[in-house]
């Protein structure tokens, strides 16, 4: 078996975004950003435990439509909303759009009042936040997505007929420590209530997924704990966030089976079946995918020194490095090697059909499991 395999292990997703629901304030919404892996069985995972799923393009919207039938999405946000996508939006009573500039929310207005169905609306505020002691400035520098401070408050102020503004979304930047979210969610509360005058805030997504430390997770509770002071002071408030990459990243893996080993001018070279066009992520963010090595059973063939290796795929480019490391040990031809934090933007962001191989397969279950009994066939 050369065909590379995508496991997700929905145990672990459930347990995990269980122990993030646990940790957050109950008035605090959690939505699942739906593009960060918009897999059927994760949906379903998620479901129980979520409080919605954001869509972020008419075509997530249709998905959600089939794979959950009976909830309509809670939230429809990202930027060149065509009018198709709106209608649709409110033919499925999305429960809100997040609108990205003046003039989408006049063509929404348009088109709500011609369907006789208002629409609820959060605008997304480009407002610039400084973080005091991370020497950090988010938002406020020229952008695709939403719209100034003044703008907003110019919609907010007179609104098209049509719409409902219900407050504001922001979602600023990614990486970001429980520290740093918290403030940047207070920085974005304090101006929709005092600036705005709205009480409902959906600060985005962005929580920190630390790809060198597979072990490490953002601190849920802590961020919870802050975010349940922020709450304090407003008794109002209802606040809201969309993470993606932190939710689903460590569920799933991404198992390939080495084909080849080879020395370069003193560097070794693992190449494995696949490779970026299965699982494009370590290329998008330029990390080195972390991985274990399971030795195949009775393999026999060549194996690196133990050194500094570059593990490689199947493409014809030399961008197709899906890791490098120094202390991987012996790898050998037929190994099966299991790339972790594989179940976000990985397998949905990949180019699939670039060099025309065979696809993955998807299985449900425990990667770790699946790759053992995998090296135990006998091979090579
Ligand atoms: C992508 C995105 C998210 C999710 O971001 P993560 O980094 O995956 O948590 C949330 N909100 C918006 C508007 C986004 O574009």
Redesign the pocket.
């Known amino acids: 078996m050369t065909r590379p395999v995508y496991v997700h292990d929905l145990t672990a997703l459930a347990a995990h975004a269980a122990a993030i629901r646990a940790a957050l304030p109950p008035r605090v919404e959690l939505l699942y ?1 739906t ?2 892996n918009p897999d059927p069985g994760m949906l379903r995972t998620l479901a129980p435990v979520v409080d919605g799923f ?1 869509a ?1 393009s008419g075509g997530e919207l249709r998905h959600l439509g089939t794979v959950l039938p009976d909830r309509p999405p809670a939230a429809l ?2 930027p060149g909303k065509t009018d198709r996508d709106l209608a649709a939006a409110l033919a499925a009573r999305v429960r809100r759009i ?1 609108v990205e500039s003046p003039a989408e929310l006049h063509r929404l207005a348009r088109l709500a009042r011609a369907a006789g169905t208002p629409a609820d609306v959060l605008l ?1 505020v480009n407002l610039p936040v400084t973080v005091a002691g991370a020497a950090l400035v988010m938002g406020g520098a020229p952008s695709p ?1 939403g719209m100034s401070p003044a703008e907003a408050l110019r919609c907010l102020r007179r609104p098209p007929d049509g719409v409902r503004v219900r407050g504001v ?1 922001a ?1 600023l930047a ?1 990486g970001l420590d429980p520290d740093t979210a918290a403030t940047v969610a207070g920085a974005v509360v304090d101006w929709a209530v005092s600036q705005a005058g709205v009480t409902e805030v959906n600060v ?4 920190a997924v630390d790809y060198a430390d597979p072990g490490a997770r953002f601190d849920w509770p802590r961020y919870g704990q802050r975010l349940a002071s922020l709450l304090d002071p407003y008794p109002e408030l209802l606040l809201r966030i ?6 689903t990243a460590y569920c799933a893996a991404y198992l390939t089976e080495v084909v080849d080993v080879k020395r370069s001018f003193g560097d070794w070279f693992v190449v494995v079946a696949g490779g970026t066009h299965h699982l494009r992520t370590p290329a998008a963010k330029g990390h080195a995918q972390p991985f274990t090595v399971h030795a195949r059973a009775g393999a026999a063939g060549p194996r690196t020194d133990g050194g500094p290796v570059t593990i490689v795929g199947q493409l014809c480019t030399p961008k197709d490095v899906l890791s490098r490391t120094a202390d991987a040990g012996p790898i050998g031809v037929g190994d099966v090697l299991v790339f972790g934090m594989a179940g ?2 990985a397998w949905n962001i990949s180019h699939h059909d670039f060099l025309m191989h065979e696809q993955p397969e998807f299985r449900v279950g425990d990667p770790v499991r699946v790759a053992g009994q995998w090296a135990a066939q006998r091979g090579c």
Do not use: L, N, W
């Not at 985005?204 to 929580?207: A, K, P, V, W």
């Not at 969309?242 to 939710?247: F, K, L, N, Y």
């Open positions: 950003a593009k960060a954001e972020a946000a990202g997040h997304r997505f979304h979602h990614s985005g997504g962005g929580m969309e993470p993606g990459r932190s939710v976000a933007y």
